[in-house]
């Protein structure tokens, strides 16, 4: 019999097309930071605090999106913050004095990001698929992110070449707002109310899903510490490329364009990174391919220590794609199966804090360290020290798998319930 369409692949793909977009917004403010101290003489440490500011914000913002995704589901959230993050973009490209960033980027721009992050699309994805294959469609809608590193990171510099930096904003602004925003609200739905609350799943797995377990609960298991330190050394080793590696590598004489296409680069195989390490997820479990991300994040930044040239530069970006977006649907994969899909909102926010926290103490440490010493060598050692830490801690993770994480097709009655 001819099976039905199951629509949550296509909530996937609307997914990865947003975060492109809403990444690609973050990013540009990477690409832009040195033509701004430039212009205007603000200090790299100045504008790496107001990343600082807006990460800290969103990390108290999260875990408030986080809640109202479970509490009145994900739709909603997400389009409200990629409505409030192309706002921002397109304010940014008018700005003239420091607190004009702060409030932008640094404030509503948090607003946004957090809303329209991970967190609320991990609750929207957790309650669409089994966890059987719940790695390779979370790996999916989160690798936008680096489809988003891919795309508009290197128009963005080439638009900041060809035309200033403002029009890096405006360009990526007025295609979020014409073409991704009308597109986002048509097709992003809800799972179907059976679905979200366990739909036909086996006994086990549907006890699993349908469960809800409080933080004082989560927070008294070895899991929920394991995965916040490994979240913590993401988004800490994550800020340098997000936000000082242009920089970096326009210092060393290559120029906006090369950093563009090495984060470019990086982004294609953050792509295959994600894929392999959530279908290998679906299959052996979460623990192993999220400690192999970070050894393989730890590596990268070894091998940034030596660069010297183009070609090392690029050979960083292929192992640095390769660990760049897999840390975030593993973890949620370990939160939904471990405490239940009907809190993996809120549990989840509360432990992707820690990746914001982390970012902005490695993004703001990165410009300090730079407005010291004049170059980046100490934060790229700790970096790697801090990446290394995240695979111990994943490493020790101790799974729990539900009935239905046997590899298999996604279940027929999710697909019935889809055409409902």
């Known amino acids: 019999m001819r099976q039905r369409f199951f629509y949550g692949w296509v909530i996937v793909f609307v997914l990865m097309g947003m975060f492109a977009m809403s990444s690609g917004a973050r990013y540009t403010f990477g690409v832009t930071l040195k033509s701004l101290t430039e212009q205007f003489g603000w200090g790299r440490g100045a504008l790496s605090a107001v ?14 999106g986080g809640w109202l995704a479970d509490r009145f589901r994900p ?35 948090a607003i946004g990001f957090a809303l329209a992050s991970p967190v609320a699309s991990t609750a929207m994805v957790n309650q669409w698929f089994r966890a059987r294959s719940r790695g390779t469609a979370l790996s999916l809608a989160t690798s936008g ?16 070449v060809s035309d200033g930096w403002q029009s890096s904003y405006r360009a990526i602004a007025l295609f979020m707002g014409l073409i991704a925003f009308p597109l986002v609200v048509v097709l992003l739905r809800n799972a179907p109310l059976e679905q979200a609350a366990g739909g036909d799943a086996s006994r086990a797995s549907k006890t699993a899903d349908s469960e809800k377990t409080p933080l004082s609960k989560a927070i008294r298991t070895a899991t929920f510490w394991e995965l916040l330190i490994g979240v913590f050394s993401c988004g800490f080793t994550m800020s340098f490329a997000s936000v000082h590696f242009v920089a970096f590598a326009s210092d060393m004489g290559m120029g906006e364009m090369v950093a563009g296409e090495v984060l470019g680069l990086s982004g294609a195989f953050s792509i295959i990174g994600a894929i392999i390490m959530g279908k290998w997820s679906d299959r052996i479990g979460r623990r192993i391919p999220l400690g192999v991300t970070y050894t393989l994040r730890a590596l990268s930044f070894i091998i940034l220590l030596f660069a010297n040239n183009e070609a090392t530069l690029f050979f960083f970006a292929v192992i640095l794609g390769l660990s760049w977006t897999s840390t975030t649907p593993l973890s949620a994969a370990v939160t939904a199966e471990t405490w239940g899909t009907r809190s993996s909102g809120f549990l989840f926010g509360v432990v992707f804090t820690f990746m914001t926290v982390g970012s902005s103490v490695g993004s703001y440490l990165a410009g300090l360290n730079y407005d010291l010493v004049h170059n980046y060598t100490a934060i790229i050692i700790v970096n ?16 729990r798998r539900t009935a239905d994480a046997a590899p298999a097709l996604e279940a027929q009655p999710l697909a019935a319930a889809a055409g409902r």
């Open 51 to 64: 990343v600082s500011l807006s990460l800290l914000l969103v990390s108290a913002f999260q875990i408030v």
């Open 75 to 109: 739709r909603l959230v997400l389009t409200v913050g990629f409505a409030v993050s192309t706002l921002v973009l397109l304010g940014m490209s008018f700005v003239t004095e420091l607190w004009q960033v702060y409030l932008l980027y640094g404030f509503l721009g």
């Open 145 to 160: 992110v680096a489809v988003g590193q891919l795309l508009v990171t290197p128009i963005a510099a080439a638009l900041l």
């Open 384 to 399: 790697s020290a801090i990446a290394g830490l995240g695979a111990l801690a994943s490493f020790a993770i101790r799974e």
